[in-house]
């Protein structure tokens, strides 16, 4: 695996040297906010729906950064809009591709949402306060994020003519249910942030008309490798514990999720921005693939399995108000034909190969975990005037 985030390099692209697949060189000079490389006015090389430059909201965090890769590596012109709350990591090695560039800016802001939006055919938010620890910190804060600046975004793309909007959405919003769940099936989030999640899921679909389509995508739980990591996800976090300390701890076992690898999820985007419009207008699709629902359980054996002497510890059980569901992704395969790619045995590879190499030095670092970084900057947060779009995602 060729996964370095103090390099650049990433393990699904080219390495951190600056090198594009224009065969542009970067000079290492940061973009900011100026039309000066021509991302908006050259667009795409291959425009699809007439969509030939992307905004990416949140586009430097952990499924931002490997959409933007595969947004470029097929033409599109991009914008990044985010504050960069972790660092520029996951995007640091784009600056001075000719096809990209980066808006810091305050989702609170409709000035900064402006600015980032004018000349997007398209607008894709990940931006959000994500995770059910981050989010518990400060309820108001997270309601100003999540629910507040995703009606901010909606407005301002519909307004500025945008053609197509993805929102990134989660499972989660289905809650505890022993059941099959489907799109049509009724939401019982049990967390402050699947709960906004659900409520802004409303609020982007009811933009839906003739000129304007949005379509939400509700995400399994991600894994994987990333050029800006994470290890605040249940996967990666085990893996590396089973690797780093030899023991992982799980609390209950029985708990079903789907899982879906990060690059999938950003293959997941492309296809809503390629599709016909009728196929997704106004749509919800879950995005994951049956056979990758999961019991917290079942991922320890398979990390057991990959981890020869990891010691696997069992505490307490499932509360009745914990999230548990398992989910059908029969829309989104028949519909649009997405199917997943990436196994979780190979996510669970990538993840132990860099911590086994060293790609990742310590992956209790606080840039790695949303949680960390917003208990230590969340009074900054809450006085400022700016924070990243990428909170998370």
Same mark, same amino acid.
């Given at each position: 695996m060729?996964?370095?985030?103090?390099?650049?390099?990433?393990p699904?692209g080219? $390495?951190?040297?600056g090198s594009h @697949?224009?065969g542009? $060189?970067?000079?290492g000079?940061?973009s900011n906010?100026?039309?000066?490389?021509?991302a908006r006015r050259n667009?795409s090389?291959?425009?699809?729906?007439g969509i030939?430059?992307v905004?990416?909201?949140g586009?430097?965090?952990? &499924?931002?950064?490997?959409?933007?890769?595969?947004?470029?590596?097929?033409?599109?012109?991009?914008? !990044?809009m985010?504050a960069?709350m972790?660092?520029?990591?996951?995007i640091?090695?784009?600056?001075?591709?000719?096809?990209f560039?980066?808006v810091?800016?305050?989702?609170r802001?409709?000035?900064? &949402? /402006?600015?980032?939006?004018?000349?997007?055919?398209? %607008?894709v938010?990940l931006?959000?306060? &994500?995770g059910? @620890?981050?989010?518990?910190l400060?309820?108001?804060?997270?309601?100003e994020?999540?629910?507040g600046?995703?009606?901010? %975004?909606?407005?301002?793309?519909?307004?500025l003519a945008v053609?197509?909007l993805?929102?990134?959405?989660?499972?989660?919003?289905?809650?505890a249910?022993?059941g099959l769940?489907?799109?049509e099936?009724p939401?019982?989030? !049990?967390?402050l942030?699947s709960?906004?999640?659900?409520?802004?899921?409303r609020?982007?679909?009811?933009?839906?008309?003739p000129?304007?389509? @949005?379509?939400?995508?509700?995400?399994?739980?991600f894994?994987?490798?990333?050029?800006?990591p994470?290890?605040?996800?249940?996967v990666?976090?085990l893996v590396?514990r089973?690797v780093?300390?030899?023991?992982?701890? #799980?609390?209950?076992g029985?708990?079903w999720?789907p899982f879906v690898h990060?690059?999938?999820?950003?293959?997941? #985007?492309?296809r809503c921005l390629?599709?016909?419009?009728?196929? %997704?207008?106004g749509?919800?699709?879950?995005?994951?693939?049956?056979?990758q629902?999961?019991?917290l359980g079942q991922?320890?054996?398979? #990390?057991?399995?990959? !981890?020869?002497?990891?010691?696997v510890?069992?505490e307490g059980?499932?509360?009745?108000?914990?999230?548990?569901?398992?989910?059908?992704?029969a829309?989104?395969?028949?519909?649009?034909?997405?199917?997943p790619?990436?196994?979780?045995a190979?996510?669970l590879?990538?993840i132990r190969?860099a #911590?086994?190499?060293?790609?990742?030095?310590?992956y209790?670092?606080?840039r790695?975990s949303?949680y960390? /970084?917003?208990?230590r900057?969340?009074?900054?947060?809450?006085?400022?005037?700016s924070l990243?779009?990428?909170v998370?995602?």
């Open positions: 060729d996964w370095n985030p103090e390099n650049g390099s990433h699904n080219s $390495k951190g040297n @697949p224009d542009a $060189k970067s000079n000079a940061k906010g100026s039309k000066a490389n021509g667009g090389r291959r425009p699809r729906q030939r430059h905004l990416v909201i586009g430097a965090g952990y &499924v931002g950064s490997v959409l933007v890769r595969k947004l470029l590596d097929r033409g599109y012109g991009v914008t !990044v985010d960069l972790y660092g520029d990591h996951g640091r090695d784009l600056h001075g591709h000719p096809r560039e980066v810091e800016g305050d989702l802001s409709v000035e900064s &949402v /402006v600015r980032a939006t004018l000349g997007a055919d398209a %607008v938010h931006g959000a306060l &994500v059910d @620890p981050a989010c518990a400060d309820e108001k804060l997270t309601m994020i999540n629910l600046a995703t009606r901010t %975004v909606v407005e301002v793309a519909r307004g053609k197509r993805v929102f990134a959405s989660t499972c989660g919003v289905y809650g249910d022993d769940l489907s799109e099936s939401l019982n989030p !049990v967390s942030y709960r906004t999640k659900m409520e802004s899921e609020v982007v679909l009811a933009m839906s008309g000129e304007f389509l @949005p379509v939400v995508l509700r995400f399994g739980t894994y994987g490798a990333s050029p800006r994470r290890f605040d996800l249940v990666n976090l590396a089973a780093a300390e030899g023991e992982i701890t #799980i609390f209950g029985d708990q999720r990060v690059d999938d999820g950003a293959e997941a #985007i492309i390629d599709a016909p419009p009728d196929l %997704v207008r749509r919800v699709f879950n995005v994951g693939s049956d056979d629902n999961h019991t991922i320890a054996n398979h #990390i057991a399995e990959l !981890v020869p002497g990891v010691r510890l069992y059980g499932r509360g009745a108000a914990e999230a548990n569901y398992r989910v059908s992704f829309r989104i395969r028949t519909q649009l034909g997405f199917v790619h990436r196994s979780l190979e996510g590879t990538e190969d #911590i086994e190499q060293g790609a990742v030095a310590d209790a670092e606080e790695y949303n960390k /970084v917003l208990t900057k969340g009074d900054m947060l809450r006085r400022s005037d990243s779009a990428s998370g995602r």
